[in-house]
């Protein structure tokens, strides 16, 4: 008899174990080559070192056939502002139901996971655009990002180059002939950034006032003070308190290796701005890019924009990484960054958030309400 339960403590082990075997089988391509290591060190990501998490929200849900597991919804609370309050959204994470049972018992997980009462919102991120019609039909609102649907390109390492020719040329697949045009345009381009790529640090940018870029290991209350402008302008954001963004940036165990790249002024040592990037690559022996996960610029200050992205390709290159990319999240960096790169592409990743706990309508009223997303899907 299949029936659905919630996580408790005898399950933790015995979950990473059947999660460990699952995954690598599956088109998931957040949990490659996993190990029952790697999923317990994600369960303390997700529950133990959470400064969100309580006894007051599940862990998750199992599908279990028997006595044995056949499927799993992660249930993962990350603190939200809504209208200036702290809230609670919930993140769904490694949904998995066995081939062979699913449809209505892969709904039944999921219906657990959005019958909740505590959340104010719901979160969920896809790779896969099937799964759009039955986000649509539980009242999920996309959203996507970046802002501007643009990526910037820097290319740190160009010997790399059949790794930059993948990921910037034939990743997508030639089906019609505007795809060919399209990729002709893009050879162009890429062998033109092979001769004559920009530099990252324009003179323009020079003034009287001097930035330092280094590693940061820890965020101070100075990175919530940065981003209180930019949290002001927004009725739904996730929180950028301390604790949530330490959570977010330096838990020990990371699925992709995080770097935080800080800047400060050098007259008063006060934080001028950072970044935050992700080493990714599928494993550990692979080619890299360094990808820009979240970012916040005081008075989006070009010359802090240089250097951070000088400093940032410094680290690159220490990582391995062939690819440095970047996305805008207002007009101002935009503008700096279309001057800047000689490499763009389109870029789309979604978001989907289900509101409760509101008025009925709420989910229309979201056109008129200002939702600021995150490029980092907690927890990522």
Same mark, same amino acid.
């Given at each position: 008899m299949i029936k659905v339960r919630e996580i408790t403590d005898?399950?933790? @082990? %015995?979950?990473? &174990?059947?999660?460990?075997?699952? #995954?690598?089988?599956?088109?998931?391509?957040?949990?490659?080559?996993?190990?029952? &290591?790697? $999923?317990?060190?994600?369960?303390?990501? $997700? $529950?133990?070192?959470?400064?969100?998490?309580?006894?007051?929200? %599940?862990?998750?849900?199992? /599908?279990? @056939?028997?006595?044995?597991?056949?499927?799993?919804?992660?249930?993962?609370?990350?603190?939200?502002?809504?209208?200036?309050?702290?809230?609670?959204?919930?993140?769904?994470?490694?949904?998995?139901?066995? %081939?062979?049972?699913?449809? /209505? #018992?892969?709904? =039944?997980?999921?219906?657990? #996971?959005?019958?909740?009462?505590? %959340?104010?919102?719901?979160?969920?991120?896809? &790779?896969?655009?099937?799964? &759009?019609? !039955?986000?649509? *039909?539980? *009242?999920?609102?996309?959203?996507?990002?970046? *802002?501007?649907?643009?990526?910037? !390109?820097? !290319?740190?390492?160009?010997?790399?180059?059949?790794?930059?020719?993948?990921?910037?040329?034939?990743?997508? =697949?030639i089906s019609t002939l505007s795809d060919f045009f399209e990729l002709y345009k893009k050879l162009g381009f890429l062998f033109f950034t092979y001769l004559y790529q920009k530099s990252t640090f324009r003179q323009a940018d020079i003034n009287d006032e001097t930035f330092i870029s280094s590693i940061c290991t820890v965020c101070d209350d100075s990175f919530s003070r940065i981003w209180e402008p930019y949290m002001n302008s927004c009725d739904i954001t996730l929180s950028r308190d301390t604790k949530t963004l330490n959570w977010l940036y330096f838990s020990p165990f990371r699925l992709r290796k995080r770097i935080v790249i800080q800047c400060h002024r050098e007259c008063d040592k006060t934080l001028a701005g950072y970044m935050v990037f992700d080493v990714q690559r599928i494993k550990p022996s692979d080619q890299a890019s360094l990808q820009l996960m979240d970012m916040c610029i005081v008075n989006d200050d070009p010359q802090v924009l240089a250097s951070l992205l000088s400093f940032a390709i410094k680290i690159g290159k220490q990582n391995d990484a062939a690819l440095l990319v970047v996305w805008a999240n207002n007009q101002e960096t935009e503008k700096y960054f279309r001057d800047t790169f000689t490499l763009k592409r389109t870029a789309q990743y979604h978001r989907y958030i289900r509101f409760t706990n509101l008025e009925d309508n709420y989910s229309e009223l979201t056109d008129y309400v200002k939702v600021c997303p995150t490029m980092i899907f907690p927890p990522q």
């Amino acid at each position: 008899m299949i029936k659905v339960r919630e996580i408790t403590d005898k399950d933790i @082990n %015995p979950l990473a &174990e059947f999660l460990a075997k699952v #995954f690598p089988h599956t088109l998931a391509k957040g949990f490659p080559y996993t190990t029952k &290591e790697f $999923w317990l060190n994600l369960f303390d990501l $997700w $529950w133990t070192s959470n400064p969100s998490y309580s006894n007051q929200m %599940p862990r998750g849900w199992i /599908l279990e @056939n028997d006595m044995t597991y056949v499927g799993f919804i992660g249930n993962i609370p990350v603190k939200f502002m809504i209208h200036g309050e702290g809230k609670i959204a919930a993140a769904s994470n490694a949904w998995y139901v066995d %081939p062979l049972i699913r449809g /209505l #018992f892969s709904l =039944r997980l999921f219906n657990e #996971f959005i019958a909740q009462k505590y %959340p104010s919102l719901f979160l969920f991120k896809i &790779e896969d655009s099937s799964f &759009e019609k !039955i986000l649509s *039909k539980y *009242k999920f609102k996309k959203f996507i990002l970046p *802002k501007f649907q643009k990526e910037y !390109i820097y !290319i740190i390492d160009k010997k790399q180059v059949n790794y930059v020719f993948f990921n910037l040329i034939f990743k997508k =697949r030639i089906s019609t002939l505007s795809d060919f045009f399209e990729l002709y345009k893009k050879l162009g381009f890429l062998f033109f950034t092979y001769l004559y790529q920009k530099s990252t640090f324009r003179q323009a940018d020079i003034n009287d006032e001097t930035f330092i870029s280094s590693i940061c290991t820890v965020c101070d209350d100075s990175f919530s003070r940065i981003w209180e402008p930019y949290m002001n302008s927004c009725d739904i954001t996730l929180s950028r308190d301390t604790k949530t963004l330490n959570w977010l940036y330096f838990s020990p165990f990371r699925l992709r290796k995080r770097i935080v790249i800080q800047c400060h002024r050098e007259c008063d040592k006060t934080l001028a701005g950072y970044m935050v990037f992700d080493v990714q690559r599928i494993k550990p022996s692979d080619q890299a890019s360094l990808q820009l996960m979240d970012m916040c610029i005081v008075n989006d200050d070009p010359q802090v924009l240089a250097s951070l992205l000088s400093f940032a390709i410094k680290i690159g290159k220490q990582n391995d990484a062939a690819l440095l990319v970047v996305w805008a999240n207002n007009q101002e960096t935009e503008k700096y960054f279309r001057d800047t790169f000689t490499l763009k592409r389109t870029a789309q990743y979604h978001r989907y958030i289900r509101f409760t706990n509101l008025e009925d309508n709420y989910s229309e009223l979201t056109d008129y309400v200002k939702v600021c997303p995150t490029m980092i899907f907690p927890p990522q």
